[in-house]
């Protein structure tokens, strides 16, 4: 007997609510640049890639200097990608063909890119969906698992699961699908171990319900039982899913603890620990300080808690039979904050928790209406998200390139996809550098010529002899040394970030 397949309105529907953020994860800034780091990308991760492409791009620049470029120097600047003998040729090549045959331009059809050197179909696919706006799907590694496990597809090629795809969906919407779905397959349905529980497509999964065994282990996933899940969590689980509760990473997809702790009946929790600076000390701004019982030895702000409420450890490293001592009916962790082992003993200890993400400001508007209405406070909660809402209003200009640090010796910046980014971003700068929390090489710091530079006194003390260190370095730009707290303390400081931000745009 065949499954019936997911609707795909109903699937886009989930899929857009999940992921609203999905787009390439490879950073370019033209056609040129996307065709590099697609080719680089062969097996290799989109993150390494983009933490090898700011030194490429700047030394080669487009093609004509690449169909020049020395083999071994190429090699070097792309060694960390991995197969780089071959890739450093197939880029010489490229470069020489597009000089030769294209004026220097990429061009725009299938049939003349796949001609290039070391562009195939998937490659010719991702430029023209992303770099040109042509309707494609390309079927990547997560791709084909997620959308064999969804029951879209029983093809075994990737080749035939895009055509099963194209079939399914609207033509307009294949190169969000394309993104959502390697969102989806990063983050959630982990080859390995899929987070069927906390996954916001669930109800619609065959694989998952253990309807069919899943096509990619051979074996039946099994997830959490109905019966475990709070009432009305097939709803909330799809809201909160992208964000702040997302899956992945740090708290390895595993967002929502198996025991629901949380449901109605069960009251809102009284006895909270929060492994979370800003979360902690937003707590405290809605009046939930006595319901506190324990904080991390992070947790410093509002000052006279330090001696109220008892420390549980680090954010990284709680103390976890303390914890348990302390029988919390909820401890609150986020995803960058914590780590995935906490989450994972404190299910073991029978403990609930809740897992925030926060990648951007709109991200602090999601969490502050779902903590509210989690801790019973939805009113302040509401009233403060929609002020945050009315603030991200309007449409903003692409500002100075701007680079956050957050750390010294070695250099790391916070990336644009993190809420720091995100600030900056919405602030009216154009946050740059790789994404996330990478290290910056000198080269790479050079590399990325930032018009202004922020130095947060916290995580890192950035203090005012690194600011001229910069300055030096960069004479062009504006360095400036910024109150960590201010930048980096979601929730509880996000509007006065905004203001700070906003103030150092206007000058
Ligand atoms: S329910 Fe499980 S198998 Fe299905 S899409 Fe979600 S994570 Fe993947």
């Not at 194209?166 to 699908?177: H, K, M, T, V, Y």
Request: hydrophobic share 40%; proline share 8%.
């Amino acid at each position: 007997m065949s499954l019936p397949k997911p609707k795909p309105g109903d699937l886009q529907a989930l899929l857009r609510a999940a992921y609203p953020d999905a787009r390439c994860a490879l950073d370019h800034g033209d056609p040129f640049q996307l065709v590099v780091a697609t080719i680089l990308s062969a097996q290799c991760t989109d993150a390494r890639v983009n933490l090898t492409t700011p030194a490429l791009f700047a030394r080669f620049p487009d093609a004509a200097s690449l169909a020049v470029a020395p083999l071994a120097e190429l090699e070097t600047l792309i060694k960390s990608t991995g197969f780089y003998h071959n890739k450093a040729r197939n880029l010489i090549g490229l470069g020489q063909a597009l000089m030769a045959r294209h004026g220097g331009r990429v061009p725009s059809d299938l049939a003349t890119l796949i001609t290039l050197p070391g562009v195939g179909q998937k490659t010719a696919n991702v430029v023209l969906s992303n770099a040109f706006g042509v309707a494609a799907l390309p079927v990547d590694t997560h791709i084909f698992r997620v959308a064999r496990r969804l029951g879209l597809s029983k093809a075994t090629t990737p080749e035939k699961v895009e055509a099963d795809l194209c079939r399914l969906f609207p033509r307009e919407d294949w190169i969000e699908l394309h993104h959502q779905l390697i969102f989806h397959g990063r983050r959630v349905c982990d080859a390995r171990r899929p987070d069927c529980a906390g996954c916001p497509l669930l109800d619609l999964c065959p694989t998952g319900l253990g309807k069919m065994v899943d096509p990619h282990s051979g074996v039946k996933l099994t997830s959490a039982p109905e019966a475990l899940r709070p009432s009305g969590e097939k709803k909330k689980n799809t809201g909160e899913r992208a964000s702040p509760t997302g899956p992945s990473s740090s708290l390895g997809g595993r967002n929502r603890p198996p025991s629901p702790t949380l449901s109605p009946g069960q009251g809102t929790p009284q006895r909270i620990i929060s492994l979370v600076p800003s979360v902690t000390e937003l707590l405290v701004q809605w009046g939930l300080a006595a319901r506190l019982v324990g904080r991390t030895r992070y947790c410093i702000e509002p000052r006279w808690i330090r001696n109220t409420v008892p420390t549980v450890g680090g954010t990284k490293d709680p103390d976890l039979g303390r914890i348990r001592d302390l029988a919390p009916d909820l401890v609150i962790l986020e995803r960058d904050e914590n780590l995935q082992e906490t989450a994972e003993a404190l299910t073991a200890l029978g403990l609930p928790w809740l897992a925030l993400e926060i990648r951007s400001v709109q991200d602090c508007v999601a969490a502050l209406r779902l903590l509210g209405e989690k801790l019973g406070v939805a009113a302040a909660a509401e009233l403060r998200a929609s002020v945050l809402e009315a603030l991200l209003k309007g449409r903003r200009r692409k500002g100075p390139r701007a680079l956050a640090l957050v750390w010294r010796e070695p250099w790391m910046s916070a990336g644009p996809d993190t809420y720091l980014g995100d600030l900056l971003r919405q602030g009216g700068f154009t946050p740059i550098g790789p994404d996330r929390y990478p290290v910056l090489a000198e080269a790479t710091l050079e590399a990325l010529g930032p018009q202004v530079i922020l130095l947060p006194t916290e995580p890192f003390r950035f203090k005012a002899r690194h600011q001229q260190e910069l300055q030096k370095r960069f004479p062009e730009a504006a360095v400036h040394l910024v109150d960590g707290q201010s930048l980096t303390w979601y929730l509880s400081r996000t509007e006065e970030g905004l203001s700070l931000v906003r103030a150092l745009r206007m000058g």
